[in-house]
Structures are given as structure tokens and as C-alpha cells.
Nanobody, 123 residues
């Protein structure tokens, strides 16, 4: 499966963005979906995950209550709605797909990755 992220950009603190991750090649609904991010000088970190059916979600503590992950099976797309953005949310955001057999919080749990989209939060 090929993944392609979109929706990144430059925003001010407190603004919102919605990232999209469109899948091609195979149906995304067969996989758990995840979002990770890598800030300047930092390691890649888990942001959010959603089960293949959409019934279960999980979030990093740093984004819980501000970010929402969702999926649209008909569009073969996973979304990340980001509200109340902070400067520390600045990073390249990556979407990923995995079969769910290795959990959801580690990058090692995912087999397919997009190229990433830049999110910059700055006043």
C-alpha cells in the first residue's frame, strides 16, 4: 500500500489544521492507521492511532484532547484533525499503516509509511 500525506502548512499558535493520508494500491481499511511526527533534532514519536475498523483510537499524552484521528473507508483515507496547535507541535508528520499484530505505539508496528508533510506552528 502506498500512503500520501497532505494538509501541512504554516499556522499560528491556537490555529487548526487537518492532515489527510490517502492510500493507494490496497484498501487502507485492512490496516490500522497511525500518525507519527519528528520535530527538529528529535526522534520520531507516536501521535495517534486508529484501528482498522475505526472503533478504537489512541493518542499521545501531548496531543490528547487537541487532536482527533479518524478514517473514511470510502475515501481510503485517514485524517488527523489538529486543534489548538502549539509551537511544540512543529514537526514533519508521517502517516503509517500496519496489520495491528505489534501494537500501535511504536514505529516498528507499522509496515508502510508516507513521505511526510511539514507542519510549522509559529507566531
Amino acid at each position: 500500500v502506498q500512503l500520501r500525506e497532505s494538509g501541512g502548512g504554516v499556522v499560528q499558535p491556537g490555529d487548526s489544521l487537518r492532515l489527510s493520508c490517502a492510500a493507494s494500491g490496497r484498501t487502507f481499511s485492512s490496516y490500522d492507521g497511525g500518525w507519527f511526527r519528528q520535530g527538529p533534532g528529535k526522534e520520531r514519536e507516536f501521535v495517534a492511532a486508529i484501528s482498522w475498523g475505526g472503533g478504537n483510537t489512541a493518542y499521545a499524552n501531548s496531543v490528547a484532547g487537541r487532536f482527533t484521528i479518524s478514517r473514511d473507508g470510502a475515501k481510503n483515507t485517514v485524517y488527523l484533525q489538529m486543534n489548538s496547535l502549539k509551537s511544540e507541535d512543529t514537526a514533519v508528520y508521517y502517516c503509517a499503516a500496519g496489520d495491528g499484530s505489534r501494537g500501535y505505539g511504536s514505529a516498528l508496528a507499522y509496515d508502510y509509511w508516507g513521505q511526510g508533510t511539514q507542519v510549522t506552528v509559529s507566531s
